[in-house]
């Protein structure tokens, strides 16, 4: 694996104002070259990220057959465990438009008994990942023209959204010669995902010349990518990236991915206006049946990138 030690500045949105004229122009710049962006001002307070880390590590630390009962054999399957994206990785996932429901269906499987405070800080923070998503996507529609967001509202008017808690780690008496990979290149089967690391820091994009690039970890700041169904419905204009997770030592690392998605029976079609006078790069598909395509395929899972949108619907 090739050492990489150059980080990337990214354009940084605060979310909280409407955003400039000037700002638009950097960001439609930054999002047909890397798909990646910050945000500020996001209105999700450290208190809120302590709580739903604190109470996800009790979860993640509970012996293997506890968390395998939501894994996925069972009928919850909200949990991955370890050696299925990577030996490093364990995840949990929580869906809306119900976070609360979702994450006490996780807690009972996994515990045995409702767990009233880790359900509830999760539908916080999924109801204001729904809030978020909705303003980003308004922002991106302004990347891709003048009123678009108006105009197009009702393209994502049913999107929703699913929360992945992600938990890193290595073995504490490995010998680290070189990082390893936590989570694999990949592109996200979503509109938009918003993400938050730790200060760990392993969040790496892939230049269209194939180098990787660090994505440090700032403080207050959410990473906002730019997932596959959006970069099918734009004609490409928007890119979906590939990304991976590197572990450089043996830190545990913790994040979420909030993915931001269309329903399973939108028909993907870019817009002619989107389109302008380009060629079309994708024909239409049905959201549901990419999704289906990537989780039949283990290689488009979450390892490399062997199978994308480009694959399914590329022209
Ligand atoms: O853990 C991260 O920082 C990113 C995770 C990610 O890319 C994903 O879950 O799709
Ligand atoms: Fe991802």
Same mark, same amino acid.
């Given at each position: 694996?090739? +050492? *990489?030690?150059?980080?990337?500045?990214?354009?940084?949105?605060?979310?909280?104002?409407?955003?400039?004229?000037?700002?638009?122009? %950097?960001?439609?710049?930054?999002?047909?070259?890397?798909?990646?962006?910050?945000?500020?001002?996001?209105?999700?307070?450290?208190?809120?990220?302590?709580?739903?880390?604190? %109470?996800?590590?009790?979860?993640?630390?509970?012996?293997?057959?506890?968390?395998?009962?939501?894994?996925?054999?069972?009928?919850?399957?909200?949990?991955?465990?370890?050696?299925?994206? *990577?030996?490093?990785?364990?995840?949990?996932?929580?869906?809306?438009?119900?976070?609360?429901?979702?994450?006490?269906?996780?807690?009972? +499987?996994?515990?045995?008994?409702?767990?009233?405070?880790?359900?509830?800080?999760?539908?916080?923070?999924?109801?204001?990942?729904?809030?978020? %998503?909705?303003?980003?996507?308004?922002?991106?529609?302004?990347?891709?023209?003048?009123?678009?967001?108006?105009?197009?509202?009702?393209?994502?008017?049913?999107?929703?959204?699913?929360?992945?808690?992600?938990?890193? %780690?290595?073995?504490?008496?490995?010998?680290?010669?070189?990082?390893? /990979?936590?989570?694999?290149?990949?592109?996200?089967? *979503?509109?938009?995902?918003?993400?938050?690391?730790?200060?760990?820091?392993?969040?790496?994009?892939?230049?269209?010349?194939?180098?990787?690039?660090?994505?440090?970890?700032?403080? /207050?700041?959410?990473?906002?990518?730019?997932?596959?169904?959006?970069?099918?419905?734009?004609?490409?204009?928007?890119?979906?990236?590939?990304?991976?997770?590197?572990?450089?030592?043996?830190?545990?690392?913790?994040?979420? +991915?909030?993915?931001?998605?269309?329903?399973?029976?939108?028909?993907?079609?870019?817009?002619?206006?989107?389109?302008?006078?380009?060629?079309?790069?994708? /024909?239409?598909?049905?959201?549901?049946?990419?999704?289906?395509?990537?989780?039949?395929?283990?290689?488009?899972?979450? /390892?490399?990138?062997?199978?994308?949108?480009?694959?399914?619907?590329?022209?």
């Amino acid at each position: 694996m090739p +050492a *990489s030690n150059t980080s990337i500045q990214l354009p940084i949105v605060d979310i909280s104002k409407s955003i400039s004229p000037s700002s638009i122009s %950097s960001l439609s710049l930054a999002c047909r070259e890397w798909g990646f962006f910050h945000i500020i001002n996001h209105g999700i307070s450290k208190d809120l990220y302590s709580k739903l880390r604190l %109470s996800s590590n009790q979860v993640f630390n509970l012996p293997y057959e506890a968390k395998i009962k939501a894994g996925p054999t069972s009928n919850v399957k909200t949990y991955t465990p370890h050696f299925i994206a *990577s030996p490093f990785f364990e995840s949990l996932r929580v869906s809306g438009p119900d976070f609360l429901a979702s994450a006490k269906n996780s807690a009972e +499987a996994i515990m045995n008994q409702p767990d009233t405070e880790f359900s509830e800080v999760l539908k916080e923070y999924g109801d204001k990942m729904r809030n978020l %998503s909705k303003k980003v996507t308004d922002i991106l529609l302004m990347c891709l023209g003048k009123d678009f967001a108006t105009k197009f509202a009702s393209e994502f008017s049913n999107c929703e959204g699913y929360l992945r808690i992600n938990n890193y %780690s290595l073995p504490e008496k490995r010998v680290m010669e070189k990082e390893v /990979e936590g989570l694999g290149m990949h592109t996200d089967m *979503s509109c938009l995902t918003i993400v938050y690391q730790d200060d760990v820091g392993g969040l790496q994009v892939r230049s269209k010349d194939g180098k990787w690039l660090d994505i440090n970890p700032c403080e /207050e700041t959410l990473v906002v990518n730019i997932g596959d169904l959006l970069h099918a419905w734009s004609n490409g204009k928007l890119r979906s990236s590939e990304h991976r997770v590197v572990l450089k030592e043996c830190k545990t690392r913790f994040s979420l +991915a909030f993915f931001w998605c269309f329903e399973d029976n939108k028909v993907i079609s870019a817009p002619n206006e989107v389109v302008g006078d380009e060629f079309r790069h994708y /024909e239409p598909f049905m959201c549901g049946d990419y999704l289906k395509f990537r989780e039949n395929s283990v290689r488009g899972k979450f /390892e490399k990138v062997g199978f994308t949108v480009k694959d399914f619907a590329g022209i």
